[in-house]
């Protein structure tokens, strides 16, 4: 069984910046992905990385902002969020994959329980 905690939430102001973590263990799989779910909205796909080859994925609106990553001799993936914007504020969940898209939540398997992301103007 794959577990999956993620860290590095907080609060922050428009325009800094925060990194955050998962820490994975307990199995096998294909992909890992970044989620966000803002209040009243449905949980969104924001990044993915693939573990061979680490091919990344990102939506358009965090394209150029954000940045992820694997340290593979860890387990870790990573979010580098950069010129954070209000609207980024949500819970973010890290998200494992053994098979199916990249893009989509209901193809993710395993999942953390989420780290809360406030950007204030």
């Known amino acids: 069984q794959v577990q999956l905690v993620e860290s590095g939430g907080g609060v922050v102001q428009a325009g800094d910046s925060l990194r955050l973590s998962c820490a994975a263990s307990?199995?096998?799989?294909?992909?890992m992905g970044w989620f966000r779910q803002a209040p009243g909205k449905e949980r969104e796909f924001v990044a993915s990385?693939?573990?061979?080859?680490?091919?990344?994925y990102y939506t358009d609106s965090v394209k150029d902002r954000f940045t992820i990553s694997r340290d593979s001799s860890k387990n870790i993936m990573y979010l580098q969020m950069n010129r954070l914007k209000e609207e980024d504020t949500a819970v973010y969940y890290c998200?494992?994959?053994?098979?199916?898209?990249?893009?989509?939540?209901?193809?993710?398997?395993?999942w953390g329980q989420g780290t809360q992301v406030i950007v204030s103007s």
């Open positions: 990385i693939t573990i061979i080859g680490d091919s990344t």
């Open positions: 998200a494992a994959l053994l098979k199916g898209s990249l893009l989509t939540p209901a193809d993710f398997s395993w």
């Open positions: 307990g199995g096998t799989f294909n992909a």
